[in-house]
């Protein structure tokens, strides 16, 4: 696509979430111009507890092998971009503490991932899982940005001669390339259909967790619940429900995570309890979509599950060199670019 010095924006992307926010650090590091447009609504990336957890989480998707490495890669990617942007990596003790801890060890070793150790109270102790602050983590990638985040609600995009406008209530904003970070909303009009098409195909995951003034030094996790450190307290968490969009904390939910959490703890929990909802995206095969969209100058940052804190460096670094690629006319050089190819799900 050609360039054009009248656009005042190299690149654009829509939505700060953990996804939106890491991939415009990744630009922006490697010498682009970026702007980014929120709604300025709380996301799901603030309704999360920031764990960083690449063997929990690949055991309990049952991961191939593949999958593992791609998490274990996104751990790794971590290091570099926590120094770089001044977050904080707390190396929080984490252990599975629910039942079967012998198969989940076992699990752990046949996707060849350092295998945990068994504590006393048969606890499995597991070294590679850490932990962010998500709040603290979302104003430090900001603070990277060369300019402020725009909050605005945008209403359409449309193709230009030399590359997209996006109409916000506060105006248009044109660029050359834009890239779609806006979590698990429904698609912005005006977008070409075979890209409407695979955003339709991102299901809305319902997340309800609570904060509790008890605080706890370690992260406990268990078969759909957790309680991990946060602040001066813990979070107790949470809910995967497909195919929902309501905000509102349902109560029989939270007892149920109450009630779960401890069994973990093996104490009551101190309340007040105060609950949050997120949404998330979930994509058909788990992974988000990351990458070229399959229209020249429009890419796709999206859906990475219960991951994105996780994934997010490694889904900017795939997103960035998807960009250079075309902007180049060179190829993406992620190894797992293939993986993460929105356009998978067209084919």
């Known amino acids: 696509m050609p360039q054009s010095d009248n656009i005042p924006n190299d690149i654009l992307i829509i939505g700060a979430g953990v996804l939106g926010l890491c991939t415009a650090v990744e630009l922006t590091r490697r010498g682009h111009d970026i702007r980014v447009v929120d709604t300025g609504v709380p996301n799901a990336s603030s309704v999360a507890a920031g764990m960083i957890a690449p063997t ?3 055991v309990m998707d049952r991961a191939t092998p593949e999958r593992a490495a791609l998490m274990r890669d996104a751990r790794s990617v971590w290091d570099g971009f926590a120094e770089g942007t001044g977050i904080t990596i707390h190396p929080a003790r984490t252990f599975w ?18 295998p945990g150790s068994v504590t006393d109270d048969g606890r499995v102790s597991v070294m590679s899982d850490v932990l962010i602050e998500p709040g603290p983590a979302l104003e430090a990638m ?3 940005l060369a300019r402020p985040v725009t909050s605005a609600w945008v209403g359409s995009v449309a193709r230009t001669a030399t590359g997209w406008k996006v109409a916000t209530a506060q105006g248009e904003i044109e660029a050359r390339t834009l890239v779609l970070a806006t979590g698990a909303s429904r698609p912005v009009t005006g977008l ?6 695979l955003i339709a195909r991102i299901q809305p995951i319902r997340g309800q967790i609570g904060s509790v003034p008890d605080r706890t030094d370690a992260v406990l996790r268990g078969l759909g619940i957790y309680v991990a450190p ?3 307290g813990a979070l107790i968490g949470a809910t995967m429900e497909p195919g929902r969009r309501d905000l509102e904390p349902d109560a029989a939910a939270g007892r149920q995570l109450i009630d779960a959490a401890e069994q973990l703890l093996g104490h009551p929990v101190a309340g ?3 609950w949050r909802v ?6 058909p095969d788990g992974l988000p979509m990351a990458g070229a969209s ?11 599950r219960r991951n994105g804190w996780l994934l997010g460096p490694l889904v900017a670094q795939v997103v960035a060199d998807a960009i250079e690629g075309e902007l180049q006319d060179g190829g993406a050089r992620s190894p797992h670019a293939a993986a993460l190819d929105p356009r998978r799900f067209s084919r």
């Open 192 to 197: 070409p259909p075979e890209v409407a098409l």
């Open 278 to 283: 997120g949404i998330r995206g979930a994509t």
């Open 230 to 232: 946060s602040g001066e």
């Open 294 to 304: 399959g229209e020249p100058g429009l890419y796709l940052a999206l859906a990475p």
């Open 56 to 58: 929990l989480e690949a």
């Open 97 to 114: 503490a629910g039942r079967q801890t012998t198969a989940m060890n076992k699990a752990i070793e046949q996707l060849e991932i350092q």
């Open 142 to 144: 900001r603070a990277v």
């Open 272 to 274: 007040p309890v105060e």
